[in-house]
């Protein structure tokens, strides 16, 4: 039932496989997307407009337009402050920082971009962006970030913080896409531009210093201290990311016994392993992505990597190897609540409809509120800009928590953070994430969970958008009554794009992909394997039941 493991996973790169970057970046200046063809048009997901110059999905001409729009987008609101400007290692995020800043000098924005044309992760972004607002009513910065996460190193992306710092919202996002593809329909009529010599030559573009305060701020969320005094020994791999060249200030300023067991820089990505299926991911949550780390465990307390654009975190113990991203919330979670005493006793927990179920009962241990949403973590943003929530997180490993003192830290995932937060763990308890985490199934179960791709059509996974309770027609689910079946988060009533059931010991969750002919099941069990493989296959005989009467 789950997705065909290629016989490549785990393994290097075959050099016949990797990307070709001349060509790639060839293709982004001189491939000319069809606004009339749906796949070739400004579209942004859950983390904003993504896509290869192969097929004419991220190509010069959707930036000049993405960015025309987003200046046109800042006028309307009235933001005025700097636009805080970070690119990944994709090979097409340097191309398409050109791009935006002919666009924005044009504009006469106000950019603020690396000082020594590095690379900067997106939660060093929303923390300049934190960081400038913080006290300001007017004038306020936002940012944006060119990357398209651990997606493959031929893809490109680009993605919009407003001034909250967080993931900008679906009323913000429409509209920019709406101006963008009204844009490229009318062959970019509407764009000023200048050349990129003037551009950067220009007084609007100006070189800023990412590095240092989001170093010398990070003692203010972890405890670098006791990091430092209990000599915990890490291992850190970029994955050859954005964060590369943040990992030696911090290991210098704070005095931790860190090792970086790579720091090469490369847009092949020819040092990773491949995914599941054969492709190059940097996905830090993924066994075979992670091959490299893993294979060294023994040689630390505790290791972890970050995905390109560092807002993931994949953690590494002795203990059992790469952590499952929702164990791994978990334990932060039970360790957070336990160890900031300043924070508020009401600042609550959030997490995605689709998360561990161990992280219910978690919260329930610990007595504090749990707030369940749609999947996007743009849904946190407001509750971890005001301290309401002390932690939030999703399943696929994006987290992120509130500082020492109870405010603010970003308000967009931060997998640095995480992965000091697993050293800071081990230094305090003597105990790796790992370990912790058979203490809480000691205490509270064994969750068995897992997620899985099916193949539906275009129609079927409209059908599942719009799927009720009465058209899935379940009132068992593996030998147990149904206690609840959602299509919309209950933390905050939206609905999200699918349908989940529940009962006492499990649950599934099915919504559609938003770039995939195939929808995902989430589902988990608290017996058994066996019984989560009864939850999976139900649950795919119910839709495939749907899918077939909808036809």
């Known amino acids: ?112 971009i690396d000082e020594h044309d590095g690379y900067t992760p997106t939660p060093v972004v929303s923390h300049a962006i934190l960081t400038y607002n913080r006290g300001r009513t007017s004038g306020l910065a936002d940012g944006v970030v060119i990357t398209p996460s651990h997606n493959p190193p031929e893809d490109g992306g680009f993605k919009y913080n407003p001034p909250n710092g967080g993931p900008a919202d679906t009323d913000i996002t429409s509209g920019i896409e709406r101006a963008a593809n009204a844009l490229l329909e009318d062959a970019l009529q509407g764009v000023k531009r200048i050349s990129l010599e003037r551009a950067r030559k220009s007084a609007n573009v100006h070189r800023h210093d990412y590095i240092g305060p989001y170093v010398a701020d990070l003692t203010n969320v972890v405890d670098m201290e006791a990091i430092r005094a209990s000599g915990v020994k890490i291992g850190i791999d970029p994955l050859g990311g954005a964060a590369v060249h943040y990992w030696r200030p911090i290991i210098e300023r704070y005095g931790i016994d860190a090792t970086l067991v790579s720091d090469v820089v490369d847009p092949t990505f020819r040092f990773m392993t491949a995914d599941w299926d054969g492709k190059v991911r940097m996905d830090c949550s993924s066994p075979y992505a992670m091959a490299r780390l893993i294979a060294m465990r023994d040689d630390f307390d505790v290791a972890f990597a970050n995905d390109t654009d560092a807002d993931r975190h994949g953690i590494v113990t002795r203990w059992n190897g790469l952590m499952n991203p929702n164990h791994y919330l978990a334990v932060a979670i039970s360790y957070l609540f336990e160890n900031r005493p300043q924070w508020s006793p009401d600042a609550a927990i ?20 749990l707030v ?102 379940l009132k068992q689910l593996a030998g147990e009554p149904i206690h609840a079946t959602l299509t919309a988060a209950p933390g905050n009533g939206q609905p999200f794009g699918g349908i989940k059931v529940v009962t006492e010991n499990g649950w599934f969750a099915a919504r559609p992909s938003g770039t995939e002919e195939v929808y995902k099941i989430y589902a988990e069990s608290f017996l058994s394997q066996a019984h989560l493989r009864q939850i999976q296959q139900e649950a795919q005989d119910a839709l495939s039941a749907v899918f077939a009467a909808g036809q």
């Open 372 to 473: 369940e949403t749609p999947v996007g973590f743009k849904w946190f943003v407001d509750g971890l800009g005001d301290g309401s929530f002390g932690f939030a997180g999703e399943e696929s490993a994006g987290a992120s928590f509130l500082r020492r003192d109870g405010t603010v830290w970003t308000t967009d995932k931060d997998g640095l953070i995480l992965g000091l937060l697993a050293a800071e763990i081990t230094a305090k308890t003597e105990m790796d994430p790992g370990q912790l985490y058979d203490h809480l199934t000691a205490d509270l179960g064994v969750p068995f969970y897992e997620r899985i791709d099916a193949a539906a059509s275009v129609a079927q996974k409209n059908l599942l958008k719009s799927l009720s309770a009465d058209r899935l027609g």
């Open 1 to 112: 039932m789950a997705a065909e493991v290629s016989p490549f996973a785990g393994k290097t790169i075959e050099p016949s496989s990797l990307v070709n970057v001349s060509r790639l970046v060839t293709a982004y200046f001189e491939g000319k997307p069809d606004p009339a063809v749906p796949a070739q048009r400004v579209a942004f997901g859950t983390s904003g407009h993504r896509g290869s110059a192969f097929n004419n999905a991220f190509n010069e001409a959707h930036i000049l337009a993405v960015s025309q729009a987003l200046c046109e987008h800042r006028r309307r609101s009235g933001v005025t402050g700097p636009l805080f400007v970070g690119i990944d290692t994709h090979a097409l995020a340097e191309p398409a920082l050109a791009s935006a800043l002919e666009v924005f000098a044009a504009n006469e924005v106000e950019v603020m």
């Open 350 to 369: 959030g997490k995605t409809i689709v998360s561990s179920a161990m992280i219910d009962r978690v919260a329930t241990r610990i007595g504090r509120k």
